[in-house]
C-alpha cells in the first residue's frame, strides 16, 4: 500500500469521526436559537399576541449581542466539552419549564421570562460550541465543513419551527416544550459519550482576558469595514423573517401549516441552500463567493413583498418561503466562514463570541422594531423597506478588500 493511500486509510475514521460531532453539536446549537427566536414566536402568535409583541421577541437576541462579555470565562473555566454538557442539561431543565405557562390559557408574562432564561443560556452554549469547533479544526478543516455544520443547524431548526410546532399545533404547546426538553437532555448525554477532548495545550490563556481578547480582534486589517459588514450582513433579512410568522397567519395559515411551511419547507430548502453554499466555497474559496452569495440573500426578500401583496396559494406560498431560505442558507455559509477567519490565537472561541455577538445586534433591534414598523405601514411596504436595508451589507460584501480573505 502506497504511503497516501495509508494516510487516506488512517484518516477515514478521524473524519467520520468528527462529521458526526460536527453534526451534533451544531443541531444541538441551533435547537435552542429555534425555541427562543422561532417556537416563541410561533407561541406569541398563536397566543393572539399582537405584531409589536411578536417583533419584540427579537430582543431575546440582546444575550447573542453582549455573549462576548462572559466568552472569556468559557476560554478559562474548564473544558469546552464540559461547558456544551452542562449548559444541555440546563438548558433541557428550563425549555422543561415553558410547559407551565404553556397550559390552558397562556400565561405569556411567565413565558416571556423563562424563554429569557433560555436565550442567555443557549447563547453561553453557542460560545462553548463554537470554541470547540475552532479549536479542534485547521482553517481548511473548518471551511470544509462550513456547509455541514450550517445544514445541521438547519435541520435543528426543521426540528424546533417544524416539527415540534406542528406539534404544539396538532397536540398542545406542553407536549412541545417537553418534548423539545427532552431531545436537549439526549443531545447532553450524547456529548458525554463521543466528543473527543481539546488538547490542554489551546486551552492556555493569560493576561487580562477580555481586554487582550477585545484589542487583538481590533488588530485586524480593515478592522471599519469589517465591523460595519459583520453588523448590516442580516439586518434585512432578520427584519423580514421577525414578520414571517404574523404575514403567514395574516394569509390565513394556522400553527401546524405554519410549522410546515417555515419549518420544513424553508428549513430543507435552507439546509440545500447551507450545503451547496458550503462546497461552492470550499471549492472556490470565500473571496469569490462572498458578494454573489450576499446579492442572493438580499434578492429573496422581494418575494415577500409580493407575497403579501399578491396573497397567493399555498404552493405560492410554499415556494417564497423556500427561495428565500434557499438564499438565506447560502449568505449563513459565507458569513460562519467569514466570522471564523476573524478568529485568531489564543482567544479564538471570543474572537468568535464578538463577531457573532456583532452580527446579532442589527438583527436583534431590525427585529424588534419591525412589528411596530409592519402595523404603521402594512406587510407589502414593510418587506420593501426589509429589503432596502439589505443592501448596505451588499455594497460592503462587494467592497471587501480581497486580502481580507483567507480563501
Not at 482567544?347 to 422594531?369: K, R
Request: glycine fraction near 10%; charged fraction near 10%; charge should be neutral.
Amino acid at each position: 500500500m502506497s504511503s497516501t493511500a495509508a494516510s487516506v486509510d488512517a484518516t477515514t475514521p478521524q473524519r467520520g469521526r468528527t462529521v458526526i460531532w460536527a453534526l451534533s453539536t451544531y443541531f444541538a446549537q441551533g435547537l435552542p436559537y429555534s425555541i427562543v427566536h422561532q417556537m416563541s414566536a410561533q407561541f406569541f402568535t398563536a397566543a393572539g399576541a399582537s405584531l409589536q409583541a411578536i417583533g419584540l421577541t427579537s430582543l431575546y437576541g440582546l444575550a447573542w449581542n453582549l455573549k462576548f462579555l462572559w466568552s472569556p470565562l468559557v476560554d478559562l473555566i474548564s473544558t469546552k466539552k464540559s461547558w456544551i454538557i452542562g449548559i444541555e442539561l440546563l438548558l433541557a431543565a428550563v425549555v422543561a419549564m415553558l410547559a407551565w405557562p404553556a397550559q390552558g390559557s397562556f400565561d405569556l408574562a411567565l413565558a416571556a421570562k423563562i424563554f429569557l432564561v433560555v436565550a442567555f443560556l443557549a447563547a453561553t452554549h453557542d460560545i462553548a460550541i463554537d470554541g470547540y469547533y475552532i479549536q479542534s479544526l485547521d482553517d481548511a478543516d473548518q471551511a470544509a465543513y462550513s456547509g455541514l455544520r450550517v445544514a445541521a443547524y438547519r435541520v435543528a431548526l426543521l426540528v424546533g419551527n417544524g416539527a415540534l410546532v406542528v406539534l404544539a399545533g396538532k397536540v398542545s404547546w406542553m407536549i412541545a416544550f417537553l418534548a423539545a426538553a427532552g431531545i436537549l437532555a439526549l443531545l447532553a448525554l450524547m456529548h458525554k459519550l463521543i466528543l473527543p477532548p481539546v488538547p490542554a495545550s489551546v486551552r492556555q490563556v493569560g493576561g487580562s482576558v477580555l481586554r487582550d481578547a477585545f484589542f487583538s480582534y481590533l488588530r485586524q486589517p480593515h478592522i471599519w469595514m469589517v465591523l460595519g459588514f459583520i453588523l448590516l450582513f442580516r439586518a434585512g433579512d432578520a427584519m423580514m423573517f421577525a414578520m414571517s410568522t404574523p404575514l403567514l397567519k395574516e394569509l390565513g395559515y394556522d400553527t401546524a401549516a405554519r410549522g410546515f411551511l417555515s419549518g420544513t419547507v424553508g428549513t430543507l430548502a435552507g439546509i440545500g441552500g447551507a450545503l451547496l453554499g458550503g462546497a461552492l466555497i470550499s471549492r472556490h474559496g470565500l473571496r469569490r463567493t462572498f458578494f454573489p452569495f450576499a446579492l442572493v440573500q438580499s434578492l429573496a426578500i422581494p418575494a415577500y413583498a409580493w407575497m403579501a401583496y399578491v396573497e397567493p396559494g399555498f404552493w405560492g406560498v410554499a415556494f417564497v418561503v423556500g427561495f428565500e431560505q434557499l438564499a438565506a442558507g447560502f449568505g449563513t455559509a459565507a458569513l460562519m466562514v467569514f466570522l471564523m477567519q476573524r478568529c485568531q490565537g489564543d482567544y479564538q472561541a471570543t474572537h468568535f463570541a464578538i463577531g457573532s455577538a456583532l452580527m446579532s445586534v442589527a438583527a436583534t433591534f431590525a427585529g424588534s422594531a419591525s412589528g411596530f414598523i409592519a402595523d404603521s405601514v402594512g406587510f407589502t411596504v414593510f418587506f420593501w423597506f426589509a429589503f432596502a436595508l439589505s443592501w448596505p451589507g451588499v455594497i460592503l460584501a462587494g467592497l471587501m478588500p480581497a486580502r481580507v480573505h483567507h480563501g
